[in-house]
C-alpha cells in the first residue's frame, strides 16, 4: 500500500489537531472548575447534578421566605408587646378609677387617659408592614382593620377577614406570618353590650370610659380588660412559637442546602491534582505531535533524488 506525502501531512495534522482539542477541554474544565462541560460526557452526573441544583434553589427559596416571615412575626411580636403594654395601663386607671374615694371629675380625667391610649390601640391595630400591608386585616391587607365613626359611643367595624396567611418554609411545611385581627382584638358584638361578656377590646374600653365619666363605673369591665390582656398573651405565645419554629427549619433547610452543595461539588467538580496531571500530559503529547509534523513535512522521496 503505498501513501502519499500529502496524506502523510494530513495525518500529522490530525493528530495536532487532536492533541490541541484534549488540550483545550481541559483548559476549559480547569478554568470553570467543572468535571464535565457537556451533558453528554456523564449523563447520569448531569442528571444528578440538575436535581440537586434545584433541590437547592428551593431550599435557597424556603430561607427567603423564612425571612420574610420572620419579619413579618416580629413587627406582630413588637406590635402586641405595645399593646400589652397601652391595655394593662388602661387596667391600672380602671383600678383607680374604681376606688371610691375619688371624685367625679378625678373620673373624667381617668377617662380621657383611657380614651387617649385607647386611640394608641387602635393605632396598634392598624399598624403597616415595610410593604404598606396591614398586618392584622387577614387577606385584605390594603384596608385597615378597625375603623370607627364619629358617634357617641364610636361604632368600631373590623373590616379585614378570618384568613391567616401562610408561606412555605419547608417541604410541605407552612407558617402562618400573621393573625387576623378579630382573633387578636376580640370580635365586634352588636348592642346591647353585657359588661363581662364583650369581646372586642375597643368596645370593653369605651363601656369602661362611659362608666366613669357618668360616675358609674362597673368593676365588670375590669373583666373584659383582663380578658383582652389574656387574649393578647395567647397570640404571642402563639407568634413566638411560630418563630420559634422558623429557627428550626432555617437551621433544617441550611444542612440540607449544605449537604446537597457538597454532594454537588462530588460529583461536579474537578480535581484539580488530577486535571493539572493530564492537562501536562496532554501538553507533552501536543509538542510530540508537533515534532512529528515536522519531520513528516521533510519526508520525501525527491529528498533523495
Known sequence: ???????????????????????????????????????????????????????????????????????????????????????????????????????????????????????????????????????????????????????????????????????????????????PGNEVFGNILPDPLTLGSIENVFQAIETLSAGLKNNTPDPASLGDISKALERFSTVRASVGARMNALDVQENRNADYILDNKSTASEIGDLDYAEALSKFNLQEIALQAAQQAYVKVQNLSLFNYM
Open 1 to 179: 500500500m503505498r501513501i502519499s506525502t500529502s496524506w502523510s501531512h494530513q495525518l500529522a495534522v490530525n493528530a495536532m489537531l487532536d492533541q490541541q482539542a484534549k488540550l483545550s477541554e481541559t483548559q476549559l474544565k480547569l478554568s470553570s472548575n467543572k468535571k464535565y462541560l457537556t451533558p453528554s460526557e456523564n449523563p447520569v452526573a448531569a442528571t444528578s447534578l440538575i436535581d440537586l441544583e434545584q433541590n437547592i434553589k428551593e431550599s435557597e427559596q424556603y430561607q427567603v421566605n423564612i425571612g420574610a416571615a420572620r419579619q413579618r412575626l416580629g413587627l406582630e411580636e413588637s406590635s402586641l408587646s405595645n399593646a400589652t403594654d397601652a391595655l394593662q395601663s388602661i387596667q391600672d386607671l380602671a383600678l383607680r378609677g374604681l376606688n371610691g374615694s375619688i371624685s367625679p371629675e378625678n373620673r373624667k380625667q381617668i377617662a380621657e387617659e383611657i380614651d387617649l391610649l385607647k386611640d394608641q390601640l387602635l393605632g396598634i391595630a392598624n399598624t403597616k408592614n415595610a410593604n404598606g400591608e396591614y398586618i392584622f386585616s387577614g387577606y385584605k391587607t390594603d384596608q385597615k382593620a378597625f375603623t370607627h365613626d364619629d358617634s357617641v359611643p364610636p361604632v368600631y367595624t373590623y373590616q379585614g377577614d378570618t384568613n391567616q396567611r401562610k408561606i412555605e418554609i419547608g417541604p410541605d411545611r407552612q407558617v402562618a406570618d400573621g393573625d
